[in-house]
């Protein structure tokens, strides 16, 4: 078990690696240059041009710039953005909450609505209370995020004045200004989110349910609730958790179209505007510590198999 | 049942939410992107200067009629054509208590001239030396006559900031400036929030009302006019134009419209490397047709609700060096397929035009490319994002590339560096010599009649000999606040200047 432990956490360091690898590689194809498009409007001054390349060090051959960026992270320095010359490790702290929070009660969301619709739709199945379920799940899958964000908006803020329209406040802050504020953005997340754990969920219930040992446990008198809840759901949450944290995963990825909409200073408004903006320390800093928490998360998931399924500890 | 609760909760919500703001003089204000770094010196965005307007005063500022008036100057003089006296105002403190002297005058322009990597060096290069002449005046020296430089003053290369708190903060003096303006920072969490407080010590202190400024970049113009509609705004820097008509409904609301300092309009490659080979880079009469098979007016009634206002010159009518005698002319097809005809170039002549991927531009060009078909032109329509478009187009890799300017308040600013052989931002490589002589005429002639002249005559070759450039329309500043916010002046720069603003 430890020695398993070891082993996968001594798999992230060789991931990591590759992975700066392609951050760094794959930027270099994004066409324009920096120094052009930090200038904007100001690029009339070749002189000045010069200066923004040698300092940012664009003049230098793409190896000794990527050397230069590893040894700083290696020393937990992500540099400073190009274009509001802030740390990068400062932007990712002032974001990670946000983000986390948004995650998280998204998450929350989809889990209170996926999960038990998926159950129900599973034990009910082929009857009106599934095929609404399915409707719902649709729904959830088919609406885009920024459509369904601007509705929300102009429902909820202009027609009837109850929630404000964007923007973020820290919940140490403010906490009802706090859920004011995110409510709309997580419900949006939480429902696309909902619907592929309520598809996940129905499908492995389904397979759940008709197992052998269904069978053997309803044989023996064991009430439908415990069948359910006991020898069915317990099964069928594998693969259901290993969704779960993916997913979760890809919320604190940040809500790119999302997080644009309600204007949620996160990490997917961070990543964006820094790509656009060719803010190149930015994207490096946060596609990295996003790679970072997934690779975590993969491991937590892992670890969670083990603690559900007590057959895994044995290998 | 769990409708009624979640309504409720929302209710809940909804009532603590928006009970602040008993109107203690705070104001909020939407900006169309986040402001890049608040440094005088390096900064480059136009939404930047929205900020500094509040945060840091300059020596001279612009009126609503583009006139200079004194800010942290009280006037100036030249001496000769080469030589500038200023006279600065007393009293004058800097945030962090500091007064501002001569010496402060003196560090700040050498800052913006020298610092590694200063983006106003450009404005400011023709000085060749500034000094103290007494605790109230100093005086500039020029390389040669330059009649704009007064006027490069009256934005962030004259910005007047705080030697000490400079010193301190060498290139982090952003992330917390010092100036002399009406307000002082307070906080900035990017992408989120800039934070000023009123500054009690400011020089102009009895036209300051407001206690509290926030500026909140919000990007998405339907989300930043629902946050002015439910009130989560007081103001908002841009109104798109097809909005003008809701907002106009609301009666809470009100607009401010203002012709820009600026203008939209065609760059054409005429001699940047090999794609400036087309029958449009190398035939004026090819280019001419194309002009004349584009109606300014109808694609300004589809795309923009008929606000902006029609152009075939650079400088808007609201600039006294504005030429009256250069009109958009009347899309004429027939006589546009008669000068292809002339030109002998074979049709569907191909175009291809570069455009940034922007919704309202995307469709600019689609309207174009319907245009000039009827005259016997095939237009591609190549649309890119913009920070690629730029490059694209400093490259020489365009044909033709619909670019905006934002504009200055003097002539040249809008004119030499595009046009000049030697302009750095000339994409296109236009060049004339005569056109070049009369353009650094134009920056030396210090008689505005003259100066018109020139002007006048350098837009006769330059437009209607050799059809360089077409240009379509200048855009408008449209801000929208809430009624109950009053003394809002607007300049066409596009500035929120908070000098007069107040609550009622």
């Known amino acids: 078990m430890w020695a398993w432990l070891l082993r996968r956490i001594g798999q992230i360091i060789p991931t990591l690696i590759i992975l700066s690898f392609m951050i760094f590689g794959l930027q270099q194809l994004m066409p324009g240059d920096p120094a052009l498009i930090l200038a904007g409007e100001e690029r009339g001054d070749p002189l000045v041009l010069q200066q923004i390349r040698e300092e940012l060090k664009l003049d230098r051959p793409i190896v000794e710039q990527y050397l230069y960026w590893v040894g700083n992270v290696v020393q937990g320095d992500f540099g400073f953005s190009w274009r509001i010359r802030m740390p990068v490790t400062d932007l990712i702290l002032q974001k990670l909450p946000v983000t986390i929070q948004l995650a998280t009660m998204s998450f929350l969301i989809a889990i209170v609505i996926g999960v038990p619709l998926g159950i129900l739709s599973a034990v009910k199945r082929d009857t009106p209370t599934d095929w609404a379920a399915n409707g719902v799940a649709l729904f959830g899958i088919s609406t885009p995020n920024f459509w369904l964000g601007i509705m929300m908006i102009l429902l909820f803020s202009v027609e009837l004045g109850w929630l404000p329209p964007s923007g973020y406040v820290p919940l140490w802050?403010?906490?009802?200004?706090?859920?004011?504020?995110?409510?709309?953005?997580?419900?949006?997340?939480?429902?696309?989110?909902?619907?592929?754990?309520?598809r996940h969920t129905r499908a492995a219930m389904l397979t759940a349910l008709s197992q052998d040992y269904i069978r053997t446990a309803r044989a023996k008198g064991v009430s439908e609730k415990s069948v359910i809840r006991r020898h069915a759901l317990r099964n069928a949450l594998i693969p259901v958790v290993t969704l779960g944290t993916i997913e979760f995963g890809r919320l604190l990825a940040g809500a790119v179209l999302t997080e644009q909409i309600f204007t949620i200073p996160g990490f997917g408004k961070l990543v964006v505007d820094a790509v656009f903006n060719r803010d190149y320390p930015v994207v490096q800093g946060v596609v990295l510590a996003t790679a970072l928490i997934f690779v975590l998360l993969s491991l937590i998931a892992d670890i969670l198999y083990m603690a559900i399924n007590p057959r895994l500890r044995q290998a | 049942m769990i409708r009624k609760t979640l309504a409720m909760g929302l209710v809940a919500l909804a009532a603590l939410s928006t009970a602040p703001a008993a109107q203690a003089q705070n104001i909020r204000i939407g900006l169309r992107e986040d402001p890049d770094i608040l440094d005088p010196t390096?900064?480059?965005?136009?939404?930047?200067r929205i900020v500094f307007a509040g945060l840091c005063d300059k020596l001279f500022d612009i009126n609503d009629k583009l006139e200079i008036v004194p800010q942290l100057a009280t006037g100036y003089r030249w001496e000769d054509p080469q030589s500038l006296l200023i006279t600065l105002r007393q009293g004058v403190k800097f945030h962090d208590g500091d007064p501002m002297t001569a010496e402060s005058v003196v560090y700040s322009l050498n800052r913006h001239l020298t610092m590694q990597g200063s983006f106003r060096r450009g404005e400011i290069n023709s000085m060749t030396a500034v000094e103290v002449v007494d605790p109230q005046t100093v005086r500039i020296r020029l390389r040669e006559p330059f009649a704009p430089f007064v006027s490069q003053l009256t934005d962030r290369a004259g910005m007047i900031v705080s030697p000490r708190a400079a010193e301190a903060a060498g290139r982090n003096f952003g992330n917390r400036p010092v100036c002399a303006g009406p307000m002082r920072f307070v906080e900035r969490v990017a992408q989120d929030r800039i934070v000023l407080e009123r500054f009690p010590e400011y020089w102009d202190a009895s036209r300051i009302h407001l206690n509290r400024v926030t500026y909140l970049p919000i990007p998405d113009n339907t989300v930043r006019l629902a946050n002015l509609q439910s009130g989560s705004l007081e103001m908002v820097q841009t109104i798109e134009p097809d909005d003008l008509r809701q907002v106009n409904?609301?009666?809470?609301?009100?607009?401010?419209?203002?012709?820009?300092?600026?203008?939209?309009?065609?760059?054409?490659?005429?001699?940047?490397?090999?794609?400036?080979?087309?029958?449009?880079?190398?035939?004026?009469?090819?280019?001419?047709?194309?002009?004349?098979?584009?109606?300014?007016?109808?694609?300004?009634?589809?795309?923009?609700?008929?606000?902006?206002?029609?152009?075939?010159?650079?400088?808007?009518?609201?600039?006294?060096?504005?030429?009256?005698?250069?009109?958009?002319?009347?899309?004429?097809?027939?006589?546009?397929?008669?000068?292809?005809?002339?030109?002998?170039?074979?049709?569907?002549?191909?175009?291809?035009?570069?455009?940034?991927?922007?919704?309202?531009?995307?469709?600019?060009?689609?309207?174009?490319?319907?245009?000039?078909?009827?005259?016997?032109?095939?237009?591609?329509?190549?649309?890119?994002?913009?920070?690629?478009?730029?490059?694209?187009?400093?490259?020489?890799?365009?044909?033709?590339?619909?670019?905006?300017?934002?504009?200055?308040?003097?002539?040249?600013?809008?004119?030499?560096?595009?046009?000049?052989?030697?302009?750095?931002?000339?994409?296109?490589k236009y060049s004339n010599p005569e056109v070049d002589r009369l353009l650094n005429e134009a920056r030396v002639e210090t008689d505005a009649a003259k100066r018109l002249a020139l002007y006048e005559r350098m837009w006769q070759i330059s437009l209607r000999q050799d059809r360089h450039r077409i240009y379509l329309w200048h855009r408008k500043n449209i801000v929208g606040h809430s009624t109950r916010l009053t003394g809002f002046v607007p300049v066409p720069d596009g500035l929120i200047r908070l000098q007069g603003l107040r609550f009622n």
């Open chain 2, 249 to 428: 409904r609301n009666s809470r609301l009100r607009v401010s419209v203002s012709d820009e300092l600026g203008y939209q309009g065609i760059t054409i490659n005429i001699g940047n490397g090999a794609r400036a080979q087309t029958p449009m880079g190398q035939n004026p009469r090819v280019r001419e047709a194309f002009e004349l098979a584009i109606d300014r007016a109808a694609i300004n009634q589809v795309v923009y609700e008929g606000q902006y206002t029609p152009t075939a010159q650079a400088v808007p009518p609201s600039n006294p060096f504005h030429a009256r005698s250069i009109q958009p002319e009347a899309r004429n097809v027939a006589r546009a397929r008669q000068l292809l005809a002339e030109a002998g170039v074979r049709t569907p002549v191909p175009v291809e035009m570069t455009v940034p991927n922007n919704p309202d531009l995307r469709q600019v060009a689609e309207v174009i490319q319907a245009m000039v078909r009827e005259a016997g032109f095939e237009l591609r329509i190549n649309a890119m994002e913009f920070a690629s478009s730029l490059q694209a187009a400093t490259r020489g890799d365009f044909e033709t590339y619909l670019l905006a300017w934002s504009g200055r308040a003097d002539p040249d600013g809008n004119t030499w560096t595009f046009i000049h052989t030697q302009g750095p931002q000339n994409d296109g």
């Open chain 1, 173 to 198: 802050e403010d906490p009802v200004q706090s859920l004011a504020t995110t409510i709309m953005p997580a419900f949006v997340l939480g429902t696309g989110v909902a619907s592929v754990l309520m």
């Open chain 2, 42 to 48: 390096l900064a480059r965005t136009f939404v930047g």
